[in-house]
């Protein structure tokens, strides 16, 4: 007679389980786009349609200035942060420096403390000084955060590459400007790149510090979905957050595609 193998059970209801969690919500987010009408206890919409898309669209909705606004500052944030990135995660993968671990550890203390005390430190000195409710401020908000994922990976990027072959460009001839720019930097430049679309994302879906210094002067998308969120459309808030989600797995496909794996082994040494 044969055996009954009984262990695809457990392992069927798991994988079901983690279906259900991460397959669950965007179901439901996805619903609540292009429902009409919808409320306790009916277990789907009772109307389907897609008025609301065409609220969130039109030029009274507010979202396509919003998803403009939300790009430019993640674009500024990445060039400002790449800037800082690139040199001193070139100096940390390459020079013997004292403390290299603290100084690592250093760019994480804007993640070690509670946000919402900081921002509102941050958003009075910036009011002192005319930056609050501008873009700039917002970026340079930003760019605190975008430094934490930029300078990491730019270190484990530059510290992926073997230190002989900027040695060999050196030997015939190339300064360390040239061998830098000709050699160093383009075989860092899938891991530079995994790290700018990491500080995209960040930026992106920044809500608390574009609230506190960028409010009510500067729109972006979470503040929108926010906005929506709090006062009930359900509808409008979960396009919203729609929009914020497709750029992200786009992006993150992308990582997963030029982030390699000799490029993670080095991240934090």
Same mark, same amino acid.
């Given at each position: ?77 990445? +060039? ?9 995660g070139y100096a ?16 994480l ?44 990976i ?10 002989d ?31 700018? +679309? ?8 920044e ?19 926010y ?43």
């Amino acid at each position: 007679m044969a055996r009954i193998d009984l262990w695809w059970l457990p392992r069927a209801l798991v994988l079901g389980l983690l279906a259900f969690i991460i397959f669950g919500p965007l179901s439901n987010l996805v619903l609540w786009t292009i429902a009409e009408k919808w409320y306790f206890p009916h277990m789907l919409p009772l109307e389907y349609g897609l008025s609301f898309w065409q609220r969130v669209f039109s030029p009274r909705g507010n979202a396509m200035e919003s998803l403009l606004t939300s790009i430019v500052i993640a674009a500024l944030t990445v +060039i400002a942060s790449l800037a800082l990135a690139i040199p001193a995660g070139y100096a940390l993968s390459r020079l013997t420096l004292p403390f290299r671990g603290l100084i690592l550890l250093a760019f994480l203390i804007p993640q070690a403390f509670p946000n919402l005390p900081v921002y509102v430190n941050i958003a009075r000195f910036f009011y002192q000084i005319g930056l609050n409710g501008t873009i700039a401020g917002v970026v340079m908000v930003h760019v605190t955060h975008g430094l934490v994922y930029a300078v990491w990976i730019a270190t484990a990027a530059f510290s992926a590459v073997d230190v002989d072959l900027e040695e060999a460009a050196r030997s015939i001839g190339a300064g360390p400007f040239h061998a830098f720019r000709d050699v160093t930097l383009p075989l860092a430049a899938p891991g530079l790149m995994a790290s700018a +679309i990491f500080v995209f994302l960040e930026s992106l879906d920044e809500f608390t510090g574009t609230y506190f210094v960028g409010a009510p002067d500067v729109t972006t998308l979470p503040l929108l979905l926010y906005t929506a969120g709090s006062g009930g459309n359900y509808q409008i808030a979960s396009i919203t957050a729609l929009l914020l989600l497709v750029p992200s797995i786009g992006f993150m496909l992308i990582v997963e595609r030029f982030l390699r794996a000799d490029v993670l082994s080095k991240v934090g040494h």
